[in-house]
């Protein structure tokens, strides 16, 4: 069993950044492949960025490339989501999720309760 946290959420103007931590229990994480995702009121949950555990590829939404980065951090067995240049777009509970394969989608093993981000205009 993997138990996951997330933390550092918050409310934050557009245009800003915000730094997301997920810190894992249980399981060290180095054999785990590690993702982001959120959800909006009225919407699905949908993907944001992931870290896959071999060769630590990182991938990311169209949507967020070029403003998010995804890292972790073995020894602490934590994950992090940076996040720039936030729009009102961004609003949504944020999840972390991990899974032992070599991707992380909506059906990703374990998953934690997540962490509120509020982007205002």
């Known amino acids: 069993q993997v138990q996951l946290a997330e933390s550092g959420g918050g409310l934050v103007q557009a245009g800003g950044s915000l730094r997301l931590s997920c810190a894992a229990n249980?399981?060290?994480?180095?054999?785990?492949?590690m993702g982001w995702f959120r959800q909006a009121p009225g919407k699905e949950r949908e993907f944001v960025a992931a870290i896959v555990w071999m060769g630590g590829r990182t991938y990311f939404s169209d949507s967020v490339k070029g403003r998010f980065t995804i890292s972790r951090d073995n020894a602490l067995n934590k994950v992090y989501l940076q996040m720039n240049s936030l729009t009102p777009e961004d609003t949504a509970l944020y999840y972390c999720?991990?899974?032992?394969?070599?991707?992380?989608?909506?059906?990703?093993?374990?998953w934690g309760q997540g962490t509120q981000v509020t982007v205002s205009s």
């Open positions: 249980g399981r060290a994480i180095n054999s785990y492949s």
């Open positions: 999720a991990a899974d032992p394969g070599l991707e992380v989608t909506t059906t990703a093993r374990y």
